[in-house]
């Protein structure tokens, strides 16, 4: 273990909902917390929050968010102690966190060999099967002509995903040989706009799969998962709802999945917080490693809820280089917790992104609910970044009772002036096969099919 050093000033080179939520944690800790903000986002909830804002740049995200130059001079003006990436821009961007030793200050999350290892999807491959986990087939594409190659060797369907991300970008489903140069064309801008990293590698794809994902922590020495979370509802790889722990899994498969996971954890001598993600094949119940998300979730919040644990204040305390200070036996599981992702897009328009102005936000309270959040009424919604205002995530003592909180929830839940997804949640929640549990990657487009989802605000 490293000597340990307190943060004592964190620059969260980040923003909207995950900005505000490390603000708390820094809050409860007593650290001062500075948010690095671009010119859009200056009068935003996080930035009042913040106990210092540095403008990092004009509102488009390369030149401000994934502006690798920027953000550190701002840590050196402002003299923190660490950065805290959050999700998504440089979370898991080996040069962010090489610029932040440089300037002798702590970067929030792995070493840079771990981000190295890990955020490279091909190198993270190569470590999962040297940690002898199951692998999807699959492998590097330079061009279409080498896509076209392995496509026919493994198999349509195949899918398209980026070397250096996640989060759906840079991902396309190809069905037959006739559309995968296209595909691949798309793709690939996608991955450089996204990531700045234009890499593109090719997966089969399974068609009826579920997308189950185990929450790890570690010090480098000690590594521990905390249990299981079910993503399998997603609309164009993004991911709607999650819950823990994954419902409906076959005991004996989900302790294989958490040991398969600390395993690939511990083949790393892995340090922070990170999320192993595996692919269930529901036909033959078995699964495969996907990659491995070296960063906070969105979705940590409903490991939070089973487990008691704050996931920031415990990748804090690591970085700065304290003894993980819990064993696997010591952590506790209780009861049963679902999160929805509340995002500003048309569902009547093919889910466009609603920039604007929130006329009115009302979000419910009470027992067993949680609002991750950085949107109220008046809060802007710019154009330039993802489309989530926040989270809704309910605990209850069982699932039933987490999804009668939930359908009750999301009642009380109303977002004026741009357009959402409530309605889509409140189908969801609706629906007799969620309510049954175990759906797979295929539920949501079905169930689109068949619901009709009318206008989601009054204007």
Known sequence: MNPVKNINRLLIANRGEIAARIIRTCQKLGIESVLASSQADLDSLPARLADQVINIGPPPSLQSYLNVEAVIKAAVQVKADAIHPGYGFLSENAALAKASEKAGIIFIGPTIEQLDAIGDKLKARENALAADLPLVPGGAVADAGEAEKLAAEIGYPVLIKAVGGGGGRGMQVVHDESTLAASMTLARAEAENAFNDE????????????????????????IIHLGTRDCSIQRRYQKLVEEAPAPDLDPALREHMENAAVAFAKHLRYRGAGTVEFLVDTQRASFYFLEMNARIQVEHPVTEEITGLDLIAQQIRIAEGRPLGMSQEEVCFNGHAIECRLNAEDCMNNFQPSPGTVSAAQFPAGPGIRIDSHIETGSVVPPYYDSLLGKLIVWGEDRATAMSLLKKALEHCQIDGIENNIILHRAIMASEEFTQGAVDSLFLNKLLETVSLEKTTNG
């Open 199 to 222: 890499r593109l590698y090719l997966e089969c794809f399974v068609e009826r799969g579920r997308h189950v994902e185990v929450q790890v922590l570690g010090d480098g020495d000690n």
